[in-house]
């Protein structure tokens, strides 16, 4: 079997090595100064460095397990939660066993935010927490990646160059995933590379190609391959996007020029910008593992996006911005604050990229309209 060892997460063991790095590197020190000091970080970081690290050094020492780690970053996820959701919903976890472990393919929204989300519902929901895949574009940082991998996340290869370097790639990563779900570890992957960031979820079957390679030296059709990786469909809905500007940006410069250069810190501000930027109401919805495969990849995909659409909650910023589009009168109905909140952040979107603004919040709500009709 390919070696992975530069892919999969962190075990036990390397938690004390990978710990004590982190805490010696600047870049990380920054990170965390800066989210915590935001503008006063860097006038006093002589200052705040040290601080940072003794305080960081003295948590650290009940830190030896992946476990431990969790567990010392969950009462610090529930402050952020607490200060940037106004509601965390979930359903569809009656639908799942705890002992069972799944592939959950998910929509994808944001990167942090997404997968933190279902941990956090599987969590309080009784079952165990998932590996999470990432792309390899968001590990140029080795703090980032030391974080991630902490985090029981494993790394996709994206830029693979030549049609046997790919394969050998994409069955090594499939062969990690199936072997997860056989050892009992739940896995968290998006339905397509990179987020939607036009809000319009569509699965790409690459993906599921990808998913059925390990049923290759098995002898097992495609069918028999998805369905051992018990694939569940799972759909985050945002009220707010905190990444929705940065979103909108892009979008329209890529219309405009036919593409889009990163800046080189983009995806650490999108992190950032995701996990302390304010979201509103959340909605996470768990489908039904999949046991009723279809014949091939493209068909499983309608499949599967067809259950995501349907499983999103549709917010009354969904329904502002298609009536603004439209020209509509606006619904009578709007809660008065998320409307408030919503005029806001247009007049803070320069002009130019408010109409991208809009279509990111309205699309998810139109998909789901499409959809919903489709079953009438």
Not at 131 to 141: E, T, Y
Not at 277 to 287: A, S
Not at 312 to 338: E, M
Request: aromatic content about 8%.
């Amino acid at each position: 079997m390919t070696d992975i060892s530069d892919i999969e997460p962190y075990s036990d063991q390397d938690v004390p090595q990978v710990i004590d790095r982190l805490i010696n590197d600047d870049e990380f020190i920054k990170a965390i100064g800066q989210l915590k000091f935001k503008g006063w970080f860097m006038p006093l970081s002589l200052i705040l460095r040290p601080r940072i690290r003794s305080f960081l050094r003295s948590k650290a020492q009940v830190i030896q397990t992946i476990h431990d780690f969790q567990s010392a970053v969950e009462p610090q996820l529930a402050k952020v939660l607490s200060r940037t959701t106004e509601t965390f919903t979930v359903s569809g976890l009656e639908h799942l066993n705890p002992e069972q472990s799944y592939l959950f393919l998910s929509n994808h929204r944001d990167i942090a935010m997404d997968p933190a989300f279902v941990n956090w519902a599987l969590y309080n929901g009784g079952f165990h927490t998932v590996r999470i895949a990432i792309g390899d574009n968001l590990v140029k940082k080795p703090f980032v990646g030391d974080l991630m991998r902490l985090n029981k996340s494993f790394i996709v290869k994206r830029n693979v160059s030549g049609p046997r370097e790919m394969l050998q790639t994409y069955s090594a990563l499939s062969g990690y995933i199936r072997q997860s779900i056989e050892d009992g570890h739940s896995i968290w992957i998006a339905h397509r590379e990179g987020r939607a960031k036009d809000g319009i979820d569509r699965t790409d079957p690459a993906i599921l190609k990808m998913i059925a390679m390990a049923g290759k030296p098995r002898n097992e059709s495609f069918e028999e391959a998805v369905r051992a990786a018990q694939i569940v469909p799972v759909s985050i809905s945002y009220e707010f996007d905190p990444c929705a500007p940065m979103k909108a940006r892009e979008l329209a410069m890529t219309e405009r020029d036919g593409y889009y250069t990163k800046r080189p810190d983009e995806d650490v501000q999108s992190i950032a910008a995701g996990i302390m930027g304010w979201k509103g109401r959340v909605h996470l919805h768990f489908g039904k593992p999949i046991t009723d495969v279809p014949e091939t990849p493209q068909e499983l995909a309608t499949l599967i996006d067809h259950q995501i659409i349907l499983g999103q909650r549709v917010f009354d910023t969904g329904r502002l911005a298609d009536a603004l589009l439209k020209k509509h009168h606006l619904p009578d109905d709007l809660l008065p604050d998320v409307q408030e909140r919503f005029q806001a952040l247009i007049s803070g979107t320069p002009e130019k990229y408010r109409d991208k603004l809009l279509e990111i919040y309205a699309n998810p709500l139109r998909q789901f309209t499409l959809h919903q009709q489709s079953e009438l």
